[in-house]
């Protein structure tokens, strides 16, 4: 009999969802038969699986040894070897989230700052982003653990392109990330990024346009509504509209420094918006001009300069009580933005 008491972390999961992870190898079918006979229960109790589970609660699997080797990933005798595998991580990366680079954090959720050209989420197998650096920090913090990691696992809620830096929201536990996705997907969060874009941008813009994505080419198609509207119905199908509101707040070098709010928040949408109306973003490389782009690289400027900036956490949110409820929490931007402008 194996004994699994539920930590903070994993608070607010389903304990099917608990169980299909620690019993990774197993089909679905068998891990329901275990609870119709009763030999998975939760305090003591029959279980069907629904049941939502909270801290302190008591998983016990009554399987053998052999059984539950053949069936699970876990180790449950394996000692934990955190520090070895995060010095590991940290020797091949070079980065490691330092102090410094979180921004806000409680018992739920972290805001982290990223610098570029470090992904948010891995994209190959051996990749280090972001989200396995956070998760290397709170098994430095003893936090959590390798084991751990079977039942929940934190995970970044918000994507930036590798060479955006800035703002990325991050779930310790269930309930952050369940608060985060909602959010997010409701719209309730507002986020403010900062970029320097070619030309003089003199007045507050309320941008919407409609825009496709090319996966095969990773790279998205902005247009008008007038051209969105001139497109056969089986074309528009491949268009989302996008909002995307900017201001300047300087200028320099025929540079503007602008502030935007974004609204939707679709793939390239900020470098692929601006580029479409005539405003590209120094250093973008996929979406920018090339003759200006070559013109700035003698001050390192080596890709997009794209800031997340700013968040705005919304004052309530049903369902949900956070500490970091109407919180505002900032990124400084980086000083080349200023020194291009002067």
């Known amino acids: 009999m194996k004994e699994i008491i539920i930590r ?38 029959k279980a069907d699986g629904e049941e939502v589970v909270k801290t302190g609660d008591v998983i016990k699997i009554f399987l053998s040894d052999e059984t539950l080797m053949s069936f699970s990933s876990m180790n449950f005798d394996k000692k934990d070897t955190d520090s070895n595998n ?34 948010s989420q891995k994209a190959e197998r051996d990749d280090y982003s972001i989200n396995e650096a956070l998760i290397d920090y709170l098994l430095a913090k003893g936090e959590i653990t390798k084991e751990s990691l079977f039942l929940f696992k934190p995970s970044v809620a918000n994507r930036l392109d590798r060479n955006t830096s800035g703002i990325i929201l991050f779930g310790k536990t269930a309930k952050g ?7 997010l997907k409701d719209r309730s ?41 001139l497109l056969p119905s089986g074309e528009k199908e491949k268009f ?8 300047p707040e300087g200028y320099g070098d025929g540079l503007t420094l602008l502030k935007i709010h974004l609204v939707t928040g679709k793939t390239h949408q900020i470098r692929a918006h601006l580029a479409y109306l005539g405003h590209p973003i120094i250093g973008d490389i996929k979406y920018g001009n090339p003759r200006i782009n070559n013109k700035y690289k003698k001050y390192g400027v080596k890709s997009q300069l794209l800031h997340a900036g ?33």
């Open 8 to 45: 903070r972390n994993e608070e607010g999961k389903k304990l099917k969802k608990i169980l299909f992870n620690i019993l990774d190898k197993a089909p679905a079918s068998f891990t329901y038969k275990m609870l119709r006979k009763k030999n998975i229960k939760i305090n003591d109790k």
């Open 310 to 342: 700013e968040v705005i956490f919304p004052e309530k949110t049903e369902g949900f009580d956070m500490e970091v409820s109407n919180k505002i929490i900032m990124s400084p931007k980086p000083e080349i933005f200023f020194d291009l402008l002067n």
């Open 240 to 247: 989302d509209e996008i909002i995307t509101d900017y201001s």
């Open 177 to 183: 990330t369940q608060y985060l996705s909602k959010i």
């Open 86 to 119: 995060k010095e590991t991580e940290v020797k091949k990366t070079g980065f490691v989230i330092r102090k410094k680079d979180i921004l806000y954090e409680d018992q739920d959720i972290i805001c982290a700052d990223k610098p570029k050209g470090i992904l």
């Open 189 to 229: 969060i507002k986020k403010y990024y900062y970029c320097v874009c070619q030309g003089i941008v003199t007045d507050p813009v309320k941008g919407k346009a409609y825009l496709s994505k090319d996966r095969e080419l990773n790279k998205v198609k902005v247009i008008s509504k007038a051209e969105y509207l």
